[in-house]
Protein backbone atom coordinates (compact mmCIF):
# COMPACT_ATOMS: atom_id res chain seq x y z
CA UNK A 1 0.00 0.00 0.00
CA UNK A 2 2.92 2.36 0.26
CA UNK A 3 3.56 2.11 -3.55
CA UNK A 4 0.09 3.37 -4.09
CA UNK A 5 0.43 6.05 -1.20
CA UNK A 6 4.05 7.12 -2.87
CA UNK A 7 2.24 7.39 -6.22
CA UNK A 8 -0.72 9.03 -5.07
CA UNK A 9 1.40 11.45 -3.27
CA UNK A 10 4.03 12.03 -6.00
CA UNK A 11 0.81 13.02 -8.81
CA UNK A 12 -1.65 14.64 -6.82
CA UNK A 13 -0.21 15.74 -3.26
CA UNK A 14 -1.64 15.44 0.17
CA UNK A 15 -4.38 17.87 -0.95
CA UNK A 16 -5.42 15.08 -3.18
CA UNK A 17 -4.63 12.08 -1.63
CA UNK A 18 -6.86 13.61 1.36
CA UNK A 19 -9.58 13.58 -1.52
CA UNK A 20 -9.28 9.64 -2.40
CA UNK A 21 -10.36 8.25 0.29
CA UNK A 22 -7.70 5.29 -0.68
CA UNK A 23 -8.40 2.24 2.18
CA UNK A 24 -6.97 -1.06 1.71
CA UNK A 25 -9.57 -3.88 1.72
CA UNK A 26 -7.66 -6.52 1.43
CA UNK A 27 -4.57 -8.17 -0.17
CA UNK A 28 -4.03 -11.72 -1.00
CA UNK A 29 -0.20 -11.84 -1.52
CA UNK A 30 -0.10 -15.14 -2.63
CA UNK A 31 -2.53 -14.48 -6.13
CA UNK A 32 -1.08 -11.02 -6.31
CA UNK A 33 -4.41 -9.71 -5.57
CA UNK A 34 -5.48 -6.07 -3.79
CA UNK A 35 -9.09 -4.54 -3.13
CA UNK A 36 -8.99 -1.15 -2.88
CA UNK A 37 -11.22 1.56 -1.99
CA UNK A 38 -11.48 4.94 -3.15
CA UNK A 39 -14.36 7.34 -3.53
CA UNK A 40 -16.33 7.05 -6.88
CA UNK A 41 -15.35 10.68 -7.98
CA UNK A 42 -11.70 9.99 -7.36
CA UNK A 43 -11.87 6.44 -8.98
CA UNK A 44 -9.80 7.61 -12.60
CA UNK A 45 -7.23 9.99 -10.14
CA UNK A 46 -6.26 6.40 -8.53
CA UNK A 47 -6.33 4.25 -11.23
CA UNK A 48 -3.54 7.40 -13.28
CA UNK A 49 -1.89 6.87 -9.62
CA UNK A 50 -1.97 2.77 -9.90
CA UNK A 51 -0.26 3.23 -13.72
CA UNK A 52 2.32 5.20 -12.95
CA UNK A 53 3.70 2.42 -10.49
CA UNK A 54 6.86 1.07 -12.09
CA UNK A 55 8.80 -0.12 -8.43
CA UNK A 56 7.80 -1.13 -5.19
CA UNK A 57 10.70 -1.60 -2.88
CA UNK A 58 12.69 -0.98 -5.41
CA UNK A 59 12.09 -3.73 -7.84
CA UNK A 60 10.44 -3.22 -10.68
CA UNK A 61 6.50 -4.24 -10.94
CA UNK A 62 3.34 -2.90 -12.41
CA UNK A 63 -0.28 -2.71 -10.76
CA UNK A 64 -2.85 -3.71 -13.07
CA UNK A 65 -6.66 -2.69 -12.38
CA UNK A 66 -8.45 -5.91 -12.55
CA UNK A 67 -11.97 -4.86 -12.27
CA UNK A 68 -13.83 -1.61 -10.81
CA UNK A 69 -17.39 -1.83 -9.28
CA UNK A 70 -19.77 0.23 -7.17
CA UNK A 71 -19.41 -2.62 -3.55
CA UNK A 72 -17.30 -5.09 -2.70
CA UNK A 73 -19.93 -7.58 -2.93
CA UNK A 74 -20.59 -6.87 -6.90
CA UNK A 75 -16.46 -6.58 -7.14
CA UNK A 76 -16.22 -10.17 -5.31
CA UNK A 77 -18.49 -11.56 -7.71
CA UNK A 78 -16.82 -9.57 -10.65
CA UNK A 79 -13.64 -11.23 -9.80
CA UNK A 80 -14.64 -15.15 -8.89
CA UNK A 81 -16.16 -14.56 -12.88
CA UNK B 1 -20.28 -2.59 -29.93
CA UNK B 2 -16.77 -3.56 -28.14
CA UNK B 3 -14.30 -1.49 -28.99
CA UNK B 4 -10.76 -2.71 -30.62
CA UNK B 5 -7.58 -1.18 -28.68
CA UNK B 6 -3.93 -0.23 -30.02
CA UNK B 7 -1.13 0.19 -28.84
CA UNK B 8 1.10 1.18 -32.26
CA UNK B 9 4.38 1.65 -30.28
CA UNK B 10 5.76 -1.24 -28.65
CA UNK B 11 9.66 -0.70 -28.66
CA UNK B 12 10.94 -4.68 -27.88
CA UNK B 13 14.60 -5.29 -28.13
CA UNK B 14 14.24 -7.25 -31.85
CA UNK B 15 17.27 -9.43 -30.94
CA UNK B 16 15.70 -10.89 -28.35
CA UNK B 17 13.10 -13.01 -30.16
CA UNK B 18 11.53 -14.48 -26.51
CA UNK B 19 11.33 -11.12 -25.36
CA UNK B 20 9.56 -9.74 -28.18
CA UNK B 21 7.04 -12.99 -27.98
CA UNK B 22 6.77 -12.10 -24.47
CA UNK B 23 5.47 -8.73 -24.77
CA UNK B 24 2.78 -9.56 -28.13
CA UNK B 25 1.45 -11.73 -25.56
CA UNK B 26 1.43 -9.56 -22.47
CA UNK B 27 -0.39 -6.82 -25.34
CA UNK B 28 -2.85 -9.71 -25.65
CA UNK B 29 -3.89 -10.19 -22.25
CA UNK B 30 -3.50 -6.62 -21.57
CA UNK B 31 -6.42 -6.67 -24.24
CA UNK B 32 -4.88 -4.95 -27.09
CA UNK B 33 -6.52 -6.48 -30.23
CA UNK B 34 -3.99 -4.34 -32.37
CA UNK B 35 -0.21 -3.49 -31.86
CA UNK B 36 2.43 -1.81 -33.91
CA UNK B 37 6.07 -3.00 -33.17
CA UNK B 38 8.47 -0.23 -34.00
CA UNK B 39 11.18 -1.80 -36.66
CA UNK B 40 14.36 -0.68 -38.10
CA UNK B 41 14.34 0.70 -41.70
CA UNK B 42 15.88 -1.98 -43.03
CA UNK B 43 13.85 -5.12 -41.27
CA UNK B 44 13.94 -8.29 -43.43
CA UNK B 45 10.56 -9.28 -44.99
CA UNK B 46 10.96 -12.71 -43.13
CA UNK B 47 11.72 -11.84 -40.08
CA UNK B 48 8.36 -9.22 -40.52
CA UNK B 49 5.94 -12.24 -41.89
CA UNK B 50 7.52 -14.32 -38.31
CA UNK B 51 6.34 -11.19 -36.04
CA UNK B 52 2.85 -11.95 -37.95
CA UNK B 53 2.64 -15.30 -36.90
CA UNK B 54 3.57 -15.02 -32.84
CA UNK B 55 1.09 -12.09 -33.76
CA UNK B 56 -1.65 -14.61 -35.02
CA UNK B 57 -0.83 -17.23 -32.48
CA UNK B 58 -1.43 -14.64 -29.58
CA UNK B 59 -4.49 -13.15 -31.44
CA UNK B 60 -3.21 -9.79 -32.00
CA UNK B 61 -3.40 -7.75 -35.66
CA UNK B 62 0.35 -6.82 -36.04
CA UNK B 63 1.24 -3.70 -37.83
CA UNK B 64 4.67 -2.82 -39.14
CA UNK B 65 5.61 0.53 -37.80
CA UNK B 66 9.16 2.41 -38.72
CA UNK B 67 10.38 5.38 -37.03
CA UNK B 68 12.15 8.16 -38.35
CA UNK B 69 14.83 10.28 -37.28
CA UNK B 70 15.82 12.44 -39.90
CA UNK B 71 18.01 15.60 -39.52
CA UNK B 72 16.60 17.68 -42.51
CA UNK B 73 13.43 17.53 -44.70
CA UNK B 74 15.36 16.48 -47.83
CA UNK B 75 16.12 13.39 -45.88
CA UNK B 76 12.50 12.91 -44.59
CA UNK B 77 11.32 13.24 -48.08
CA UNK B 78 13.59 10.53 -49.07
CA UNK B 79 13.09 8.38 -46.59
CA UNK B 80 9.47 8.17 -46.97
CA UNK B 81 10.06 7.60 -50.83
CA UNK B 82 11.84 4.80 -49.96
CA UNK B 83 9.76 3.45 -47.13
CA UNK B 84 5.94 4.62 -47.27
CA UNK B 85 4.73 1.33 -49.16
CA UNK B 86 7.17 -1.43 -47.33
CA UNK B 87 5.04 -0.05 -43.87
CA UNK B 88 1.66 0.10 -42.60
CA UNK B 89 2.57 2.76 -40.32
CA UNK B 90 5.48 5.84 -40.56
CA UNK B 91 6.11 8.04 -37.64
CA UNK B 92 8.48 11.15 -37.60
CA UNK B 93 10.21 11.64 -34.51
CA UNK B 94 10.59 15.79 -35.10
CA UNK B 95 13.84 17.15 -33.61
CA UNK B 96 14.16 19.90 -35.58
CA UNK B 97 11.78 22.88 -36.50
CA UNK B 98 12.08 22.37 -40.18
CA UNK B 99 11.75 18.29 -40.19
CA UNK B 100 8.66 19.12 -37.66
CA UNK B 101 7.10 21.44 -40.35
CA UNK B 102 7.63 19.18 -43.66
CA UNK B 103 6.33 15.99 -41.48
CA UNK B 104 3.12 18.19 -40.62
CA UNK B 105 2.29 18.74 -44.18
CA UNK B 106 3.43 15.38 -45.67
CA UNK B 107 0.27 13.15 -46.33
CA UNK B 108 2.66 10.48 -46.42
CA UNK B 109 3.42 10.74 -42.50
CA UNK B 110 0.80 9.16 -39.88
CA UNK B 111 2.18 10.01 -36.66
CA UNK B 112 4.19 13.18 -35.45
CA UNK B 113 6.31 12.45 -32.06
CA UNK B 114 8.41 14.91 -30.28
CA UNK B 115 11.43 14.34 -27.81
CA UNK B 116 9.94 13.91 -24.40
CA UNK B 117 12.55 15.51 -22.29
CA UNK B 118 14.19 18.22 -24.75
CA UNK B 119 11.70 20.59 -23.85
CA UNK B 120 12.76 23.20 -26.70
CA UNK B 121 12.81 20.44 -29.37
CA UNK B 122 9.00 19.89 -28.54
CA UNK B 123 7.77 21.69 -32.16
CA UNK B 124 4.45 21.39 -31.50
CA UNK B 125 2.82 24.70 -31.45
CA UNK B 126 0.07 26.06 -33.58
CA UNK B 127 1.69 26.74 -36.79
CA UNK B 128 2.48 22.90 -36.52
CA UNK B 129 -1.14 22.20 -35.79
CA UNK B 130 -2.27 24.06 -38.83
CA UNK B 131 -0.23 22.24 -41.10
CA UNK B 132 -1.16 18.86 -39.40
CA UNK B 133 -4.86 19.72 -39.71
CA UNK B 134 -4.58 19.84 -43.60
CA UNK B 135 -3.17 16.41 -43.92
CA UNK B 136 -3.65 13.19 -42.30
CA UNK B 137 -0.60 12.81 -39.32
CA UNK B 138 -1.64 12.36 -35.66
CA UNK B 139 0.05 13.81 -32.94
CA UNK B 140 1.06 10.81 -31.00
CA UNK B 141 1.76 10.55 -26.71
CA UNK B 142 4.19 8.19 -25.83
CA UNK B 143 3.53 7.16 -22.14
CA UNK B 144 6.63 5.16 -21.00
CA UNK B 145 8.63 8.74 -20.25
CA UNK B 146 5.74 9.53 -17.85
CA UNK B 147 6.24 6.24 -16.18
CA UNK B 148 9.98 6.59 -15.68
CA UNK B 149 10.60 10.34 -14.88
CA UNK B 150 10.40 11.83 -11.81
CA UNK B 151 10.71 15.36 -10.10
CA UNK B 152 10.79 18.34 -12.28
CA UNK B 153 11.47 16.83 -15.33
CA UNK B 154 7.96 15.00 -15.65
CA UNK B 155 6.54 17.92 -14.35
CA UNK B 156 7.74 19.80 -17.30
CA UNK B 157 6.32 16.91 -19.60
CA UNK B 158 2.98 17.48 -17.98
CA UNK B 159 3.01 21.05 -18.55
CA UNK B 160 4.38 20.89 -22.15
CA UNK B 161 1.43 18.04 -23.14
CA UNK B 162 -0.95 20.19 -21.62
CA UNK B 163 -0.65 22.71 -23.59
CA UNK B 164 0.46 20.13 -27.14
CA UNK B 165 -2.77 18.64 -25.74
CA UNK B 166 -5.12 21.41 -25.88
CA UNK B 167 -3.76 23.19 -29.05
CA UNK B 168 -4.52 19.44 -31.07
CA UNK B 169 -7.98 19.35 -29.58
CA UNK B 170 -8.43 22.89 -30.79
CA UNK B 171 -7.24 21.72 -34.46
CA UNK B 172 -9.25 18.93 -34.61
CA UNK B 173 -5.87 16.60 -35.13
CA UNK B 174 -6.17 13.11 -33.85
CA UNK B 175 -4.29 11.78 -30.82
CA UNK B 176 -2.84 8.53 -30.57
CA UNK B 177 -1.87 7.38 -27.08
CA UNK B 178 0.89 4.60 -27.34
CA UNK B 179 2.86 2.73 -24.79
CA UNK B 180 6.30 2.97 -25.99
CA UNK B 181 7.08 0.24 -23.67
CA UNK B 182 10.67 -1.02 -24.07
CA UNK B 183 9.63 -4.14 -21.65
CA UNK B 184 6.22 -6.05 -20.49
CA UNK B 185 6.60 -4.17 -16.85
CA UNK B 186 6.61 -0.76 -18.81
CA UNK B 187 3.01 -1.83 -20.70
CA UNK B 188 -0.30 -0.97 -19.40
CA UNK B 189 -4.07 -1.34 -20.02
CA UNK B 190 -5.77 0.93 -22.51
CA UNK B 191 -8.14 1.77 -19.58
CA UNK B 192 -4.84 2.67 -17.61
CA UNK B 193 -3.56 4.42 -20.36
CA UNK B 194 -6.57 6.26 -21.12
CA UNK B 195 -6.69 7.32 -17.15
CA UNK B 196 -2.85 8.44 -16.97
CA UNK B 197 -3.56 11.31 -19.75
CA UNK B 198 -5.71 12.64 -17.05
CA UNK B 199 -3.03 13.83 -15.95
CA UNK B 200 -2.42 16.09 -18.98
CA UNK B 201 -6.13 17.10 -19.12
CA UNK B 202 -7.00 14.92 -21.91
CA UNK B 203 -10.87 14.34 -21.17
CA UNK B 204 -11.75 10.57 -20.87
CA UNK B 205 -14.03 10.14 -24.04
CA UNK B 206 -10.92 11.56 -26.11
CA UNK B 207 -8.43 9.48 -24.23
CA UNK B 208 -10.24 6.38 -24.79
CA UNK B 209 -10.62 7.30 -28.87
CA UNK B 210 -6.76 8.03 -28.55
CA UNK B 211 -6.11 4.16 -27.51
CA UNK B 212 -8.85 2.49 -29.49
CA UNK B 213 -10.94 4.53 -32.32
CA UNK B 214 -8.24 6.59 -33.56
CA UNK B 215 -4.61 4.19 -34.11
CA UNK B 216 -7.29 1.88 -35.55
CA UNK B 217 -8.66 4.53 -38.01
CA UNK B 218 -4.54 5.18 -38.80
CA UNK B 219 -3.72 1.73 -39.71
CA UNK B 220 -6.90 0.54 -41.41
CA UNK B 221 -6.31 3.81 -43.77
CA UNK B 222 -2.91 2.68 -44.40
CA UNK B 223 -3.78 -0.80 -45.43
CA UNK B 224 -5.96 -0.03 -47.71
CA UNK B 225 -3.56 2.43 -49.68
CA UNK B 226 -1.05 -0.25 -49.45
CA UNK B 227 -3.84 -2.97 -50.87
CA UNK B 228 -3.08 -3.81 -54.50
CA UNK B 229 -6.82 -1.96 -55.27
CA UNK B 230 -6.36 1.42 -53.90
CA UNK B 231 -5.95 4.21 -56.99
CA UNK B 232 -6.87 7.09 -54.90
CA UNK B 233 -8.52 8.40 -51.70
CA UNK B 234 -12.33 7.29 -52.62
CA UNK B 235 -11.44 5.50 -55.62
CA UNK B 236 -10.44 1.70 -55.55
CA UNK B 237 -10.22 -1.08 -58.11
CA UNK B 238 -14.14 -3.31 -57.46
CA UNK B 239 -13.55 -5.76 -60.38
CA UNK B 240 -11.47 -6.60 -63.23
CA UNK B 241 -12.27 -8.35 -66.43
CA UNK B 242 -13.75 -7.99 -69.56
CA UNK B 243 -16.74 -7.97 -68.04
CA UNK B 244 -16.48 -4.23 -66.76
Same mark, same amino acid.
Given at each position: ????????????????????????????????????????????????????????????????????????????????? | ??????????????????????????????????????????????????????????????????? &????????? =??? +??? @? #? %???? $????????????????????????????????????????????????????????? &????????? =??? +??? @? #? %???? $??????????????????????????????????????????????????????????????????????????????
Amino acid at each position: MGAVWNAVLKLYGEYGASRSGLTLINYDAEKGVAIIRTFHTTVETIQAALASITKIRDKPAAIHVLTISGTIRTLRKKMKQ | MKKTYADLHLRPNLKDPEQVARMIRKASELGYRLIAISLPSNFPEEKIQQLRNICNEAKVDFASRVD &LRPQTSKGL =INS +LRK @L #R %RRFE $IISVMCESKRVARQAAKDRRVDLLNFPSTSFRRRFFDKAEAELASKSLASFEIDMKP &LLILEGPTR =IRL +LSS @L #R %REVA $IAQAFHIPIAISSGATSELLMRKPRELAALTSLFDLDKTSAVEAVSRNPVAITKRNREKLGSNFVAPGIRIIRKGKDC
